[in-house]
């Protein structure tokens, strides 16, 4: 029992040395020169290379999806960002070509004027139980801008000029109540006069002074007169939506909604000057007219 006990360990750390010397000098050895021991030696490790090999195809393979897992997730997370990234790029060039095609249509409505005309930014709206002003900033220094001077927009009359300081200048509506504009129906030439209602919660107008016999529907386009040079002539003003023929009496009475969506004014331009023949131009109602119906 000494003996082994003596000899216990230098035996082990032998057999672990010789065990894999052996396995491995079979292993190395081509088929015709294996003996009966290495054939031995080759049936019994055969099983534990076998084992070995796939723990470690499984191991290799579980720490290649890790890596790969995290490689995709921080793919996924740059995919995102850039992702993100392009979609506001888009927003800003959605948002310039949107701005683009307004100005586009405000230069092409500037150039078919025959007027005089300066280009303003609207920077803020402002509505009071008296008012519906949008003040706006002019894109370049103009002395000459004063009240009543016409407002237009790509989609028609804003309103007028109601006050002038500086670079800045606050625009009565035409839903205002003080405001007032002669227009004609496009359809069927019928005169009227659209006037602001005031009301704080909608945009809209009442056309006045429409006779009894004029054929006015809803839908109809009502534009500017031209009379009294105030306005350029064929405008858009409003829009009718709602018509009540009255049986008696000499007017009818007509809703309308103005073309131009105040909400979202942007670019506006101010007539400077109508030509040679325009006048002071303030514009006046048009006189009751006799009726000429029953």
């Known amino acids: 029992m000494d003996f082994l006990r003596r000899y216990r360990d230098p035996f082990i750390v032998v057999v672990l040395l010789a065990v894999p010397f052996f396995f491995l ?3 190395i050895r081509k088929p015709q020169e294996l003996n009966a021991f290495d054939s031995a030696i080759i049936r019994i490790s055969t099983p534990f290379q076998y084992a070995a ?4 195809r499984g191991i290799s393979s579980l720490v290649s999806d890790y890596v790969y ?12 960002y850039d992702n993100a990234v392009l979609h506001e790029r888009v927003r800003h060039l959605e948002q310039a070509e949107a701005e683009n095609v307004r100005l586009k249509k405000l230069l092409g409505l500037r150039e078919s004027l025959p007027v005089d005309v300066v280009s303003a930014h609207v920077v803020s709206k402002d509505t009071t139980e008296f008012f519906r002003v949008a003040r706006v900033t002019l894109d370049r220094s103009a002395r000459n801008i004063r009240p009543n001077m016409p407002v237009l927009s790509v989609d028609g009359v804003v309103g007028t000029v109601h ?5 800045t200048v606050d625009v009565q509506l035409t839903v205002d109540s003080g405001s007032g504009i002669d227009v004609v129906v496009e359809r069927t030439g019928a005169r009227g006069f659209v006037r602001g209602t005031g009301d704080r919660n909608h945009y809209s107008c009442r056309v006045e002074y429409v006779q009894r016999t004029d054929e006015v529907d809803e839908g109809d386009l009502l534009i500017t007169s031209g009379v009294g040079k105030r306005f350029p002539k064929g405008i858009p003003v409003a829009r009718v939506t709602k018509v009540v023929r009255k049986e008696f ?5 007509v809703e309308a909604t103005p073309v131009v969506d105040m909400s979202r004014l942007d670019n506006v331009l101010i007539v400077t000057s109508m030509g040679p023949d325009d006048s002071e131009g303030t514009g006046t109602e048009p006189k009751p007219a006799a009726p000429s119906g029953p």
């Open 53 to 56: 090999s796939l723990l470690a």
């Open 25 to 27: 000098r079979a292993n």
């Open 69 to 80: 897992l995290v490689d995709v997730k921080r793919d996924n997370r740059q995919l995102a």
């Open 163 to 167: 006050r002038v300081a500086g670079e």
């Open 249 to 253: 009496g000499i007017y009818q009475s």
